[in-house]
C-alpha cells in the first residue's frame, strides 16, 4: 500500500501563487509516475502534471504549461506542484496520484494511476 497525504492549498487572488506538496509513504516502487489532477465542481477530473520520479521528466497539460511546475525530492519522497500566475479557472481540487506499473506510458490518464491522495482545495479568486 501506499499512502499519499497533499497539503498547500488555499485561496488566493488570481496572479498569485501556492505550492502544493504530495507526501508519499508505505511501499517503494522501481520507477513510479506522480501526477496531479484537478477537478471542479460540475467537470471531469483532468490532468494537470506529471513526473517520471528516476528521470524527473515532465509532463504538463496545455492549460498550465508555464505556469505550473511540478518537481520532486527523491529525499523526502515528495512531490511538489508549484503554481503561478494563478486564474479563477485553476480552481478545483488537486490530487495527487501514483502510477507504479505503466511506466509513465499514460501520464495523462487517471486510470493509469493506482493510488491516490484524498484532495487538497485550490480557491482563486477574480
Known amino acids: 500500500q501506499v499512502q499519499l497525504i497533499e497539503s498547500g492549498g488555499g485561496l488566493v487572488q488570481a496572479g498569485g501563487s501556492l505550492r502544493l506538496s504530495c507526501a508519499a509513504s508505505?511501499?517503494?516502487?522501481?520507477?513510479?509516475?506522480m501526477g496531479w489532477f484537478r477537478q471542479a465542481p460540475g467537470k471531469e477530473r483532468e490532468f494537470v502534471a506529471a513526473?517520471?520520479?528516476?528521470?524527473?521528466?515532465?509532463y504538463y497539460a496545455e492549460s498550465v504549461k508555464d505556469r505550473f511546475t511540478i518537481s520532486r525530492d527523491n529525499t523526502k519522497n515528495t512531490a511538489y506542484l508549484q503554481m503561478n500566475s494563478l486564474k479563477p479557472e485553476d480552481a478545483a481540487v488537486y490530487s495527487c496520484?501514483?502510477?507504479?506499473?505503466?511506466?509513465?506510458?499514460?501520464?495523462?490518464?487517471?486510470?493509469?494511476?493506482?493510488?491516490w491522495g484524498q484532495g487538497t482545495q485550490v480557491t482563486v479568486s477574480s
Open positions: 508505505g511501499r517503494t516502487f522501481i520507477n513510479p509516475t
Open positions: 496520484a501514483v502510477d507504479t506499473y505503466s511506466n509513465g506510458r499514460n501520464y495523462y490518464s487517471s486510470p493509469a494511476y493506482d493510488y
Open positions: 513526473v517520471r520520479w528516476n528521470s524527473g521528466r515532465t
